[in-house]
Every structure is written in structure tokens, then in C-alpha cells.
């Protein structure tokens, strides 16, 4: 399998445009969050496709709820992939709180979740999500773009938080 092409987001002009995908580094309560998709029989980190017209943050949140249950959490975009010429949004999410049925997730493509202390090894997609984290892990510009995401209305909540405001 062919290893994705980084860039920051300071790299892209217009980062968003483009975005068919979006993948969401996940962490509740300082573990990861890995999720195991029955199509492809692998743990993985929650993501998927966006949807016509929907932004990759939009994308994003509906995702993490739908693969995890997760209904507030905060989402920190940090990078882009290009893997076979299809760009992806790379997200740092940290989920506050899942729905009450907790972990009974709302899509029949995920099979199970897990927190983890450290990724797994054979992953889905080779060594694309190590290579996310690892991209995280080193992220010089964390805090600088937050959205907080709040699912437990009716409608999708987010407020976009930056470096030095307070939340």
C-alpha cells in the first residue's frame, strides 16, 4: 500500500477545498479511541467520506458520531494527506462524552471500539494512522484552531476556539 503525502495546513492555500475524506486522531480521557471496521476487518481511528456539499468539519463531527457514539467533543484540524491523488483532513479530536447507551454505536460498519493505552499493531491502511499520530504527536501549532462540538441538541453546535481566547 502506497504511504500518504503530508502537509500542514500552512502548506495548502486553500486547505479545505478539495477534502474528500477526513480521519479523526481520537483520545477520551488520555486513550485512544480505535474503532474496527467490519469492511475492511482492521482497528483504525474513526473517519470517513464527506458527504456533497458537506464541509470536512461538518464531516468530521458526523462521523466521530456516528463511528464512536461520541456527542461532545472538540476537534483540532492539524494536516492534509494526498493517497491516491484523494486529499483527506487530519483532525486531533478529544471527546468529552459519549451518548448514554454508552459505546452501543450507530453504524453497522463498526464492529466494536476500543481505548487504548497505544496503538495496536497492523492497522488498516499499513502505517497511515502511526504515521497521523506521529504527525500529532509533533504538531507545533497545537490550540491554535479548535471547534467544540456539542451533539446533544437537535442541530450540530460548534464554536471555533483559537490560541489565548478562552473557551
Same mark, same amino acid.
Given at each position: ?5 503530508w502537509?500542514?495546513?500552512n502548506?495548502m492555500?486553500q ?12 483520545q477520551f480521557q &488520555?486513550?485512544?479511541? +480505535?474503532?474496527y471496521? #467490519?469492511?475492511?476487518? =482492521?482497528?483504525e481511528?474513526p473517519?470517513?467520506?464527506? *458527504? ?5 468539519l461538518?464531516?468530521?463531527?458526523r ?5 464512536t457514539?461520541a456527542?461532545r467533543?472538540?476537534? &483540532?484540524?492539524?494536516? +492534509?494527506y494526498k493517497? #491516491?491523488?484523494?486529499? =483527506?483532513m487530519v483532525?486531533?479530536a478529544?471527546?468529552d *462524552? ?16 476500543k481505548l487504548?493505552d497505544a496503538?495496536?499493531s497492523g ?10 499520530l506521529?504527525?500529532?504527536t509533533a504538531?507545533p501549532?497545537k490550540g ?7 451533539l ?7 464554536k471555533?476556539?483559537?490560541?489565548g481566547?478562552?473557551?
Amino acid at each position: 500500500m502506497k504511504e500518504p503525502k503530508w502537509f500542514y495546513l500552512n502548506e495548502m492555500e486553500q486547505p479545505e477545498r478539495g477534502i474528500a475524506f477526513v480521519i479523526m486522531v481520537t483520545q477520551f480521557q &488520555e486513550k485512544y479511541v +480505535i474503532v474496527y471496521n #467490519n469492511k475492511r476487518k =482492521g482497528w483504525e481511528f474513526p473517519g470517513g467520506t464527506c *458527504e456533497p456539499g458537506e464541509t470536512p468539519l461538518n464531516a468530521a463531527g458526523r462521523e466521530l458520531y456516528e463511528e464512536t457514539g461520541a456527542i461532545r467533543f472538540n476537534l &483540532e484540524p492539524f494536516g +492534509i494527506y494526498k493517497m #491516491n491523488e484523494n486529499l =483527506g483532513m487530519v483532525y486531533y479530536a478529544s471527546v468529552d *462524552e459519549f451518548n448514554s447507551m454508552s459505546f452501543e454505536l450507530p453504524n453497522h460498519e463498526i464492529g466494536g471500539l476500543k481505548l487504548v493505552d497505544a496503538l495496536p499493531s497492523g492497522m488498516s491502511f499499513g502505517e497511515m494512522f502511526y504515521t497521523f499520530l506521529d504527525q500529532w504527536t509533533a504538531y507545533p501549532s497545537k490550540g491554535t484552531i479548535q471547534y467544540d462540538m456539542d451533539l446533544t441538541g437537535a442541530l450540530l453546535k460548534s464554536k471555533r476556539c483559537c490560541k489565548g481566547e478562552t473557551r
